[in-house]
C-alpha cells in the first residue's frame, strides 16, 4: 500500500456571522495515496472550493484533523503552514490568478523565491519548464498579452516549478475552450504519471474521468 499523503477525519469548517451559521465541510472522511489523482465533484456550493482550501492550508478547519505526509498540520503555526504550503504544495486556479504587472517568467519564478532558491536556480528552472510548455518565445511577455490557454499554461508551469508533491487543481478548464482545457488536463496527468498526486475540483464529467478516482460532495459530505 502506498503511503497516505492527505488524511482527514471528520473535517469540518463552517463559516459564522451575526446571522447564520453555514457548514461548507461537514465531517469529512478523505484519504488519497501518494501518486493518486482525485477529481472532486458535486454542485455549486457543496464545499468543493472550501475542501481545495483546507487541503492547500489556504484555511483551517473548525474541527475535525487534517494529516499531510503524516503531519498533523491543524495545530501548527501559521509561519509553519506556510512553509509546509511553499515546499509541497502547488495550486491552479480557474481564473489564473497571474499577477499582471510581472512577466511570464516573473510569474513561474515567485514559488522559487519565496522558498529561497539562489537566482540562478530560479532562472534555470524557469527556463526549463517554459521551454516544456512552449512558452519560452513568451517569457517577457504579460499576461495581458497572453491568450486564456496561455494564461493558464503560464499559471500550471508557477504551480509545479517547486516541483509540489501536491498539486490542487480548482477548475482549471473552467475559463478554457476544449482544445486548450484538453492541454491542461493532459499536463495534470504528465505530471502525475511523475509521481506527483493531483486534487481537482471540477464540474466536469469529461475532466473527472482523467482521475484515477471521482469523490462527489453534497451539502459538504462525501456521498459516495
Request: aromatic residues 4%.
Given at each position: 500500500?502506498?503511503?497516505?499523503?492527505?488524511?482527514?477525519?471528520?473535517?469540518?469548517?463552517?463559516?459564522?456571522?451575526?446571522?447564520?451559521?453555514?457548514?461548507?465541510?461537514?465531517?469529512?472522511?478523505?484519504?488519497?495515496?501518494?501518486?493518486?489523482?482525485?477529481?472532486?465533484?458535486?454542485?455549486?456550493?457543496?464545499?468543493?472550493?472550501?475542501?481545495?482550501?483546507?487541503?492547500?492550508?489556504?484555511?483551517?478547519?473548525?474541527?475535525?484533523?487534517?494529516?499531510?505526509?503524516?503531519?498533523?498540520?491543524?495545530?501548527?503555526?501559521?509561519n509553519q503552514m506556510t512553509r509546509i504550503r511553499r515546499g509541497n504544495m502547488g495550486y491552479i486556479f480557474q481564473n489564473f490568478n497571474?499577477?499582471?504587472?510581472?512577466?511570464?517568467?516573473?510569474?513561474?519564478?515567485?514559488?522559487?523565491?519565496?522558498?529561497?532558491?539562489?537566482?540562478?536556480?530560479?532562472?534555470?528552472?524557469?527556463?526549463?519548464?517554459?521551454?516544456?510548455?512552449?512558452?519560452?518565445?513568451?517569457?517577457?511577455?504579460?499576461?495581458?498579452?497572453l491568450s486564456g490557454g496561455q494564461q493558464q499554461r503560464v499559471a500550471f508551469a508557477r504551480a509545479i516549478v517547486n516541483r509540489p508533491a501536491l498539486l490542487l487543481a480548482d477548475e482549471p478548464t473552467g475559463n478554457l475552450d476544449s482544445k486548450n482545457g484538453a492541454v491542461i488536463l493532459d499536463l495534470l496527468t504528465e505530471h502525475n504519471r511523475q509521481g506527483a498526486t493531483v486534487v481537482m475540483v471540477t464540474h466536469s464529467h469529461k475532466d473527472a474521468s482523467y482521475a484515477h478516482r471521482i469523490i462527489h460532495l453534497q451539502d459538504g459530505s462525501i456521498i459516495n
Open positions: 500500500m502506498k503511503e497516505l499523503i492527505i488524511q482527514t477525519k471528520q473535517l469540518t469548517k463552517q463559516f459564522v456571522s451575526e446571522e447564520v451559521k453555514t457548514t461548507a465541510v461537514r465531517d469529512l472522511d478523505l484519504t488519497v495515496e501518494q501518486g493518486e489523482f482525485v477529481a472532486v465533484m458535486g454542485p455549486s456550493g457543496c464545499g468543493k472550493s472550501t475542501l481545495l482550501n483546507l487541503l492547500g492550508l489556504v484555511d483551517r478547519p473548525s474541527s475535525g484533523s487534517f494529516s499531510f505526509n503524516g503531519q498533523e498540520v491543524n495545530s501548527l503555526s501559521e497571474l499577477v499582471d504587472e510581472l512577466n511570464v517568467s516573473e510569474n513561474v519564478e515567485l514559488p522559487l523565491i519565496f522558498m529561497g532558491i539562489r537566482r540562478k536556480e530560479r532562472r534555470e528552472r524557469v527556463a526549463e519548464i517554459l521551454h516544456h510548455l512552449k512558452l519560452g518565445h513568451r517569457s517577457g511577455h504579460y499576461p495581458r498579452q
